[in-house]
């Protein structure tokens, strides 16, 4: 089976500080991993994906994601918050050769302090 | 480039009727999958179509059914509405291949469903 978990539910930081929110994954196959964001009333935008190349993937607006096999982990990380970051974030799994072929996570809704 | 669209925005029904939502696809791409999320929630995957067939399908009953039409646009079909149906549905299309491969999924905006 395939899950993904999203650690935390709710993550608060001050604008300007780091971000780290944390993802595991379980596939029984090498996986696809995504991060989306979803803006409140907006739809739901990609951030980064991870397809078997490089393990550090960078993606929109500073956000990057390291895969690491050992760990079954893909934490996506900004060195700097920004207010604009306020959203619901997602990681998600993809495995194109199970009938359930794409898993997201519970999310975690991200909070910039001013 | 048209993104995805979705009709309509928002609709109320009353337990045991039927809907039918609609999306259309990004011009260029193939395959459409369809989602339900609940407040609070992440997604979930209901099913995805690949050149009008269906090409997976996550933990729903067969009353939630779908079409894909030639020009890859798709209807997300459910039966006999529960209170619990209530939710945002959401599609996404992307260009795939049999062969598979995770590509980039294109959202539209959803449908807000409200089941009384």
């Known amino acids: 089976a395939q899950s993904v978990t999203q650690l935390d539910s709710h993550v608060s930081v001050s604008e300007g500080t780091p971000v780290l929110l944390r993802c595991n994954y379980s596939s029984s196959y090498s996986p696809s991993l995504f991060w989306y964001v979803q803006h409140p009333n907006k739809g739901l935008q990609l951030l980064l994906k991870y397809t078997s190349a490089a393990t550090l993937v960078k993606g929109i607006n500073g956000f990057e994601a390291e895969f690491k096999k050992s760990e079954t982990s893909f934490h996506l990380t900004k060195p700097s918050a920004h207010m604009s970051d306020a959203a619901e974030y997602f990681c998600v799994v993809s495995d194109q050769s199970r009938d359930d072929k794409i898993i997201f996570g519970k999310g975690t809704r991200l909070h910039i302090l001013p | 480039e048209t993104g995805v669209t979705q009709s309509p925005t928002h609709l109320i029904k009353t337990r045991g009727q039927q809907v039918t939502l609609r999306c259309s696809s990004q011009s260029g791409h193939n395959t459409v999958s369809w989602y339900q999320q609940a407040l609070g929630q992440g997604p979930q995957f209901i099913f995805q179509?690949?050149?009008?067939?269906?090409?997976g399908r996550g933990n729903f009953p067969p009353r939630f059914s779908g079409l894909q039409f030639p020009n890859y646009s798709s209807e997300l079909n459910v039966n006999a509405l529960e209170l619990d149906d209530s939710a945002l549905y959401l599609c996404?299309?992307?260009?795939?291949?049999?062969?598979?491969?995770?590509?980039?999924?294109?959202f539209g905006p959803g449908t807000r469903l409200t089941v009384l």
């Open positions: 996404a299309s992307s260009r795939g291949s049999l062969a598979g491969g995770a590509n980039e999924q294109f």
């Open positions: 179509y690949y050149r009008e067939e269906e090409n």
